[in-house]
């Protein structure tokens, strides 16, 4: 299946939504509304974005497998 948003522009949407998750304590209806996409992506770019913040940071640590 085709990705609803390029790599590129998925990466700029997950900054955004943490940014505006925990720096600006917004709520994800709210950030739906302002980024004009579903709350739905809201949830999926803040999961995506976190894994992918665990993964960075546990990179090498040899702790987590």
Do not use: M, W
């Amino acid at each position: 299946s085709t990705p609803l948003y390029s790599s590129a522009a998925s990466d700029v949407y997950k900054r955004q939504v943490l940014r505006l998750l925990f720096v600006e304590e917004k709520t994800p209806c709210e950030i739906a509304r302002q980024l004009c996409i579903s709350p739905n992506c809201v949830y999926q770019f803040k999961h995506q974005a976190l894994a992918k913040l665990k993964r960075e940071l546990t990179k090498g640590d040899g702790l987590h497998g």
